[in-house]
Structure formats: C-alpha cells, structure tokens
C-alpha cells in the first residue's frame, strides 16, 4: 500500500555504491523543494499537473454547500488530528461510551465508525500476511501431493495451482528483498549513531538531508557515511527522516517475515471470528487508531483536511464527514472485512466510500462483489486505488474489481478505478509504480510526492496510488457538495469526462522506459481535474432520488 516499499530497491542500490557518488542521488538533493500543496495546483498557471482545485473553489464562489459523508475503508484514523476532529462522521443515534448499542446496528459505540480488525480488549489484527499465504496454507493439507490425476475436483485443484504459483514468487521476492535489506537496515542503524553524533544529537532524536548537509565529513569514514545517508534521504523524498526511514524498513522487513513464516493464529487470536464465514455473529471493535492508522489519517487528509486554518493540509473538499471503517491491515485484507465494511458505510449514510487497497487473490469475490452491488444500488459511489504493481490489470487483475463473477458487470458505473500521475508534463507524468489499463483503469491523479497529514500531529510526503484515490474522492466529495442532485453514476460521468484525454503525450510505461502515449493507460485517457469537474457537474440535470 505505501510504494516507500517499492523504493527499496533503490535503497539497495545506493549502498552498493557507496564508494561511487550517485549523481541520481545528488541530483535529487539540489532539486528544488515539491511544494506540499502540488497536487492541487494547475499545470498551466504553476506548472505542477495538479488537480486545478483553486480554480474550482474560484468557480464555486459564493454557491452553497451541503454536507457529504465519505467513508474511507483503509487501516484507520487519528481521531484526535487537529485537522480532521471537526470532520469526522459522528453517528447521531449512538451514545458515545455508554458500553450499548443504542441504534441497534450491531456495533457497540460505534461513534466515528468501527473497527472491523478489532476484537476484545481492545485488540486489532493489525499485521497481517498475504492473501495467496493464507490460501496456500489452508489447502496445503489437501493438495500438496496431488496430481491432476489423483486430485478428486478438478476445479479446486486447478485454483490451488493458480494459489501456489503466487505464494510461491511472493516468498521467492520476500526472501530475495530479506537478503538485500537486513544488512541495510544493520548498516543504517548503525551509522545513523554516527551522523547523530556529528550533529549532537540524543540518540531518541531524528535527522533530516537538511541536517546532514551540515556534517563536515573530516575522514572517509564519515565521508562513506555521510553518503549512505545522502542517498538514502534523497531517495526517500526531501521531507524524509532518519527514524521514519528506519520504522519502514522494520515495518517491511516483519511484513516479508509474516510472509515467509506467517502468523497463521493472529486473526484468531485477535478478533475471535471465524474469516471464511461472512455473517457469523458482531466482531470488530470501535478502536480506530492504532500505529497503522498513519495510512488512513495520510487518505483522510486529503480528502477533507480542514481548508484554511493555518495548520496541516487543506484537504480537497470543504464540507465533508469523514466515516473510518478499519478492514485493511499491514497485509492483505480479508474478504469478509471488506464487504461488511461496505454494507456499514451504506447502512450509515456514506454517499462515497475511498478504498485504498488491493490484493492479487480474493477467495470470497462473490462477498465483495454483492457488497459494491448493494453500494450502487443504495446511490454510492465508490473510488478504488488501481494499486502500485507497475502491472496492466487488464491482464493481471487486482482485487477488488468491478469485473463481477455472475458476469453482471465488467465496468460498474458506480466504482471508479484510478491510476497515479507525476508532477510535471513529462516522461514520468505517469507514476513509475502505478498500475494501468485502457479497460480496468478510469482515470488518472496525482500520486507522487504527494503530502498529508498523519497520526501524533504530523505531516507525512509519500508515493502510492492509495493517495490518487482519496484525492479523486475528494473531487467527487466536492462534486457532490455543490451539486447534491446527481447521482453515483454522474458523478463517475463528471469525474471522467474531466479528465481529458493526453492524446500523444508520450510518457514511461509504468515499471519500464518504453515510451507509450499517455491515453492508452487507462479508459478516460487523462488525469482528473477538479475545475472541470465542476464546471460540467454545473451542466447536468441531477438524477439522485
């Protein structure tokens, strides 16, 4: 979900040439800074290829708004960030810590949404291993040392094929990166203490590329480490710290681990229910932030960070009511929490829900795919991170989809699938890491350097296309602000046609060098566009009943 993770082997990289300077690196230092706000500028007046959301509120001057509740389904939020406390969903039929389910929906003091990691004692499944492990170690027992011949049905064993094939190169890439980044993460910690010591710092405190290039390196050992460093702060973006930088790597690191060796019991021991039955009996708790939620928080930033108060970020809509629904962990997210996510954020009013995760196997689709149905059938529209793969998804899909299994559907027009862009009109406006496809991808949105706020009062600048998401999100939010009589499906329409198509712009294919043009990585053929959007919204004949 976070593409620091993808930049690792750029890490790698800078160690192995550690007695070489990288001009990539020192490049990347001298830039000037990325302002924070990017994302929303426009490419004609500042020349970032943001969403042009100044102009759009200059559009909207002086209309009036009405509120929309947006759920965001991810690991979680900060209820306490002074940017989003006055955004957040309140649920008015519950009362808040009387220990009772005062509304009858199931969920005890569900206030600002619910926990479906939760379990008692305020417990949460947070650290999760893939979905392909999981399938592999459940049918493991049964199929192991079956043939196509010996196996009794055929179709099940020709699923546990397709399974063992992707735990398979999963473990494989999680051992190779094992190799590779444990020596690194020895070697950061380790000279970390000397930069510090450089800089008379404490040993609790971080260090910045700001910081380091205020180390006189006397002796070639501080001149190998100062370099280390350089080329590991640059490569993370010019905001990054030292001790962010090394939380992620432990972050990663125990995630390869929970693939290699998962913790099968975790679930069990956590939340209690059983995963493989959707509708058992109430789980979950109304716990919504933990150490996990700084990706949640980061979503829910950009979608309504309050505008204009001098702190944090000004989220892209202006009159929001942020629901946090907990399904997604620090790995794969289950089926079941998905879809009972889904139902609970129509249940209780949400008009769109932001989904910014993806896995390459879904067991239960048929959960997930009657839960997006029930969503468009209840008006809401729902915005999904196309994920970070560098992989065409018309050929390799990603879940969840739209592409239903009863064949109902190959394009609901209620779901909308976004990819991540670059910064500027060049070869890398289309995000190095994004997924794409002309079938299964909508529509482009900044997603490269891109920065939020986060848990513990905190800003945080990341890469990943669970931040396009939020801030197309955010557009519709806006969209549907202002313009409260259209329906999920317009405002799909809205968003797409805003995103005019960059007919011959060349640009990298995602992951390569190979030069393709831009309107060919997805179904609009361009990036969204919030002063469009309202402008075409302003158009239409609302069809919301």
Known sequence: MNVFFARVAGYVICLSLLTSFSSDAQDRATDAPVPNNWFTLDAKADGYYGISLNQAYQFLKGKKSKTVVVTTIDSGIDTAQKDLQSVLWVNPKEKPGNGKDDDNNGYVDDIHGWNFLGGPENKCDCKETSEEV???ERLKPKYINATATTATDKKEYTYWLHVKHLRDSTVDKASSELKQLTPIMSALVETSGIIKKALKLKADQSFTLEDLNRVHATNDTLKDVKFLWNATLSAAGDKATSVKILKDYSEYIAKLNNDISPDLDMRKRTVGDNPDVLRDKPYGNNILKSDQSFHGTMVAG?????????????GVADNVRIMSVVASPDGDEYDKDVANAIYYAVNNGAKIINMSFGKKLS?????????IKYAGAHDVLLVLASGND?????DVPDYPNDTFLDGSATDADYLINVGASG???????AADFTNYGKKNVDLFAPGVQVTSVTINAETQTEDGTSFSSPITAGIAALVLEYYPDLSARQLKQVLMQSAHPLTGMMVNKPGTKEKVDFATLCKSGGIVNAYEAVQIAS???GERK
Do not use: C, T
Request: proline content about 2%; glycine content about 8%.
């Open 423 to 429: 910064m500027k009109a060049d070869d890398a406006l």
């Open 302 to 314: 950009f979608i309504g960070a309050v505008r204009d108060n001098g702190y944090g970020i000004n």
């Open 134 to 136: 999981r399938e592999y």
């Open 390 to 394: 560098s992989q065409n998804v018309d």
């Open 539 to 541: 158009k239409m004949k």
């Open 363 to 371: 067991p239960h689709k048929d959960w997930v795919d009657a839960a």
